[in-house]
């Protein structure tokens, strides 16, 4: 009696085809499975050492523009804001929020992503189109004579670099 191979030659095909199939497309990513990168907005919200900066910004409105383009943030941290003598987001939450606005603009440089090493001595042009003065002593630099003491946080959207006190025109 002939047994029927070609029978078991499909069956044999159907299962591996149904084996690869389901390897393959069990293996693919939804956009919900993804861990997204953090923006500045989120460094910022997250990071204890900023929290009278959030709540400025958080004051200003201005989060959701910290999410969006390539920036270059000089972000002041809780020591910085207190060497200007302020230890609490009260005393520049008082101001009018055009103001407010006004001075974390003058910490940002707008659709450039640089990086310590790419931060050259002359000027830049903050978000709120003041200038800002870029000098190197030594390994330091400094912008409007506020010293960079962190570099180059990375963000999904941009770099921060954290300065010793609050950016001030001069």
Known sequence: MKKNHCIERYLTFFLIAVLFSGALFSCTEDDDDRIKPKTLTDVILENEQFSILRDVMLYAEMSDALRTDELTVFAPNNNSFGKAGIFSSDAVTRLPKDSVRSFLRSHIIPKQRLSFSQLTPGSQVSLNRNTLSI???????????SDIIIRNVNAANGIIHVIDSVVVRY
């Not at 000098?135 to 004579?145: A, E, F, G, I, P």
Request: glycine share 0%; no cysteine; proline share 0%.
């Open 135 to 145: 000098t190197r002593m030594d390994s330091t630099l400094s912008v409007n004579k």
